[in-house]
């Protein structure tokens, strides 16, 4: 009687002190040093903001820099995978970086949430990139706008000019059939590596096809190179962007050079001028204002990529752990699971809506057509 007595009063002891709370942890790779800082840096800087618990989960975030370096990238999700046996990873943002962990993170079945432009990453889509969830709008979503922008402005010939990678590659794949479809004929194309200090030779061939427009399809401080190159030799046409251009630093460093360049990129850059209708607006402020509260600074987009896995994870979770406990198979399978169900889900960026053909999610509400007007983003009606 007396040993079922002390047990009682232990289960008692135990309920009392309210449920044992498993804990989730989340691998997070950032470009924070190398040719992809400008990037990077804003995505580790909003580790510190994401959910410190995802449903009834605590949540240990691990941050590791992969210097921008694809092996880097790999060595990193091996050390998140069998050394810290994280249920998701988050990152890295760039595309090269992520194509090349994707075999490793379908393999350990971790799912792995991407911050980068390409879709190459969730298309098409088969039984590896089915671990993999992106957390940016899709090449094509960002073409369209442009290109419709083009055909509207009377823009006839197009120069383009790329990475040399996986991002830039697909750009051109996506932009010339939509370029085709709308009567656009490109009559240059070129491509440069990421970290290139000249481009004089690639843009002396653009210019010397003269087009209406020139593409630049790059991203962080990549993305400024071709376009003050292009000034300094006299092109007078019209810039277009990419969202891989997104970011403060990119107003910074062209200066005066980048003055009236169209882009295709989030309501996060104006921000002030979208209506309070539109669902992201509020979810997107809360993110700016907690980071300014922490760094005295406003976030580039790319930061917002990563909240937005945060927001993705928070409602994937909980449904998750009814299949099994965090790090176990089973429940990083349900986990990858609930995150191709994903319907409704209002990010930053625009509202999130996966399926298994779909693993980025967006519509419409995830673009503005926006151009650089007093050296300022400004929103074009």
């Not at 060595?75 to 990873?89: P, T």
């Not at 005066?256 to 979810?283: F, I, N, Q, R, Y």
């Not at 790090?327 to 999130?352: I, S």
């Not at 419409?364 to 074009?380: Q, S, T």
């Amino acid at each position: 009687m007396l040993l079922k007595t002390a047990g009682t009063l232990l289960a008692a002891a135990l309920l009392a002190t309210g449920p044992v709370q498993a804990q989730m942890k989340v691998g997070v790779i950032t470009s924070s040093t190398g040719p992809t800082a400008m990037v990077g840096i804003p995505q580790k800087n909003t580790v510190p903001l994401l959910p410190a618990r995802l449903g009834d989960l605590t949540v240990d975030y691990i941050t590791l820099d992969d210097a921008s370096d694809p092996a880097k990238s790999v060595a990193a999700a091996h050390k998140l995978i069998d050394e810290e046996h994280v249920d998701a990873i988050i990152g890295p943002p760039g595309t090269p970086n992520t194509l090349a962990m994707i075999p490793f993170v379908a393999e350990a079945g971790v799912p792995l949430l991407a911050p980068v432009g390409s879709a190459t990453v969730v298309q098409p889509m088969d039984a590896q990139k089915k671990w993999v969830f992106k957390t940016t709008q899709n090449d094509d979503i960002i073409a369209q706008a442009l290109v419709g922008h083009m055909a509207a402005n009377g823009v006839k010939t197009v120069g383009f000019i790329g990475l040399g990678d996986a991002y830039g590659e697909n750009w051109y794949k996506v932009f010339s059939a939509l370029a085709a479809d709308h009567g656009l004929r490109i009559v240059a194309q070129e491509r440069y590596q990421r970290n290139d200090s000249s481009v004089t030779g690639q843009t002396l061939k653009l210019l010397a096809a003269r087009p209406d427009a020139v593409l630049v399809a790059a991203t962080g401080a990549a993305a400024v190179l071709p376009q003050v190159t292009l000034v300094d030799q006299g092109y007078k046409g019209r810039f277009y962007q990419t969202h891989g251009a997104a970011l403060p630093d990119f107003l910074k460093l062209g200066g005066k050079k980048v003055e009236g360049t169209v882009l295709a990129a989030s309501l996060m850059l104006v921000l002030p001028e979208m209506p309070d209708t539109h669902p992201s607006k509020p979810v997107a402020q809360r993110y700016i204002d907690a980071y300014e509260q922490r760094y005295q600074t406003l976030p580039a987009t790319f930061g917002a990529n990563v909240y937005d896995a945060g927001l993705l994870l928070q409602q994937a979770a909980p449904p998750a752990g009814h299949a099994g406990r965090p790090g176990t198979p089973a429940f990083r399978a349900a986990l990858r699971d609930a995150l191709e169900q994903t319907h409704d889900l209002v990010g930053t960026q625009g509202v999130y809506n996966m399926t298994p053909q779909d693993h980025s999610g967006f519509d419409a509400r995830g673009r503005e057509l926006i151009v650089v007007r007093d050296g300022r983003w400004k929103r074009l009606p």
